[in-house]
């Protein structure tokens, strides 16, 4: 593994090799903290759309494994506008031994890829969000005993994080629901590299319109939801909350679920919207635990790209 551009990129036997790793490097952190794996090697985190969770993760995921990281904010590159991602990807390589970038067009991420010469991990682009399914997956892993064979149900946008679930989900054995409204859903491409990806046991079904919700929640294991509304789609908000006000992850939602169906969101969250307080902040939700897996499941991409590299 070159790079941590997708999930889509792994093969089953990367996915859970990253997984175990994940595993292995929580348990040390839980029992006294982390080997210095990384020490001397730096990461360059390039953000182009601010982030808590990524930013954090990746940092302290340095800091923990013996190595430093370097914040760039949106100001300090403008890379698309100031510099282009080839050249920002060729002057880091002279500095750092890694490159973490969060941004908003995924073909930056894929041009910082292709012409630096250290890795370069996909913090969050408009297309995927492999470090969150990542730690998604590690949490599922977790509360559910393994993978294979779980129902995950993302209810909402169909959006960068339901494309990497989706992905994750067919490398894993997993039966992925989907349920958008009419025009939210994934597109047609992306359900071809999930039949690429699929695994045996693997299953995906996609549901647009109200009608499908509550076939596709029925025995749920996992439901999953995100924002209603993304960076860069804030001109849309008030037609969005109409449009998905159906899908709230609500107890109501929930009650078709399995009894010990667990529900995970991203964050941030807005409760009231995507999802009730009650669900949010009830006995179901593991999206804390869901947050803190970001820490070590971006440990296991960090070692594996860096670790025992010149």
């Known amino acids: 593994m070159n790079h941590f551009l ?12 990253l997984l175990d790793t994940a595993v292995s490097l929580k348990q040390a952190q839980k029992q006294g903290g982390n080997e210095p794996l990384l020490a001397g090697k730096t990461l360059a985190m390039v953000f182009q759309k601010p982030s808590l969770r990524t930013r ?3 940092e302290m995921g340095m800091v ?3 190595g430093h990281a370097l914040y760039i904010s949106p100001a300090e590159v403008q890379m698309g506008t100031r510099e282009t991602p080839a050249d920002v990807a060729r002057v880091l390589s ?8 969060r941004v908003f067009a995924h073909q930056d991420v894929l041009e910082l890829a292709e012409y630096a010469a250290v890795p370069v991990i996909n913090g969050l682009s408009d297309y995927n969000h492999p470090a969150q399914g990542l730690a998604d997956l590690l949490t ?10 779980v129902k995950l149900v993302y209810v909402g946008d169909g959006n960068n994080v339901a494309r990497s679930l989706l992905f994750g989900a067919m490398l894993s054995g997993m039966n992925f629901a989907l349920a958008t409204p009419a025009g939210y859903g994934l597109a047609e491409a992306d359900f071809a590299v999930a039949d690429r990806l699929k695994t045996a046991g693997a299953s995906y079904v996609a549901y647009e319109g109200v009608a499908g ?23 849309e908000k ?3 909350q109409t449009l998905f006000a159906p899908y709230q992850v609500n107890q109501q939602l929930l009650d078709p679920a399995q009894p010990d169906c667990i529900v995970m969101h991203c964050l941030p969250a807005y409760r009231g919207y995507e999802i009730s307080a009650d669900v ?21 991409i960090l070692v594996n790209l860096l670790a025992n590299k010149k």
Do not use: C
């Open 64 to 66: 923990q494994l013996g």
């Open 213 to 235: 919700l509550s076939t596709a929640v029925a025995q749920a294991d996992v439901i999953y939801t995100d924002t209603w509304t993304s960076m860069g789609q804030e001109e």
């Open 238 to 240: 008030q037609k969005r």
């Open 94 to 101: 002279g500095y750092v031994d890694g490159i973490m970038a």
């Open 140 to 149: 599922i892993l977790e509360h559910k005993d393994g993978l294979a064979g």
């Open 6 to 17: 997708g999930l889509a990129d792994l093969s089953v036997g990367q996915l859970k090799g």
């Open 280 to 300: 949010a902040d009830g006995p179901q939700s593991v999206m804390f635990a869901q947050a803190e897996n970001r820490l070590h499941a971006q440990k296991a």
């Open 56 to 58: 954090v993760s990746f």
